[in-house]
């Protein structure tokens, strides 16, 4: 239950603590509360990159608290604290590295597999469109 291979936020131990009382966090049973400060840091591109991925829309400005799935936890504490500090777009060596450092968790992860191949579509996608139809 270590995250050491990825310069990011640890969520193994909010996992573990979730998989107590809902079994396994799995794409299915994710759900946690999450304020402005913990998601202040997630950018208009990170939003548009939750919504393909998680069906989920968060609100620039949030009032209260919101029930975020834990795909949104890890981008919102990777911005404030992790390897996305800087603010560019997630890059696609990121979303694998996630995948890798939580995959054989037995609490869980943050990004299961049909996170994972909605996100590398989505990303690889957007890369192609920055290169434009001169790509070859």
């Known amino acids: 239950m270590t995250m050491t291979n990825v310069d990011g936020f640890d969520l193994s131990p909010l996992i573990q603590a979730?998989?107590?009382d809902l079994g396994t966090v799995t794409c299915e049973a994710r759900w946690a509360r999450a304020g402005a400060a913990e998601l202040a840091g997630l950018?208009?591109?990170d939003r548009e990159l939750i919504a393909v991925v998680t069906g989920e829309r968060v609100p620039s400005e949030v009032v209260g608290e919101l029930p975020v799935t834990f795909f949104v936890l890890q981008l919102a504490a990777d911005r404030l604290v992790g390897p996305l500090r800087g603010g560019d777009d997630v890059p696609i060596a990121y979303m694998e590295d996630v995948y890798t450092a939580y995959k054989d968790d037995p609490a869980g992860t943050p990004v299961c597999g049909d996170h994972l191949d909605l996100a590398l579509a989505f990303l690889a996608?957007?890369?192609l469109a920055v290169l434009g139809p001169d790509y070859s």
Do not use: V
């Open 18 to 20: 979730a998989s107590g």
């Open 43 to 45: 950018t208009d591109a």
């Open 125 to 127: 996608g957007r890369e």
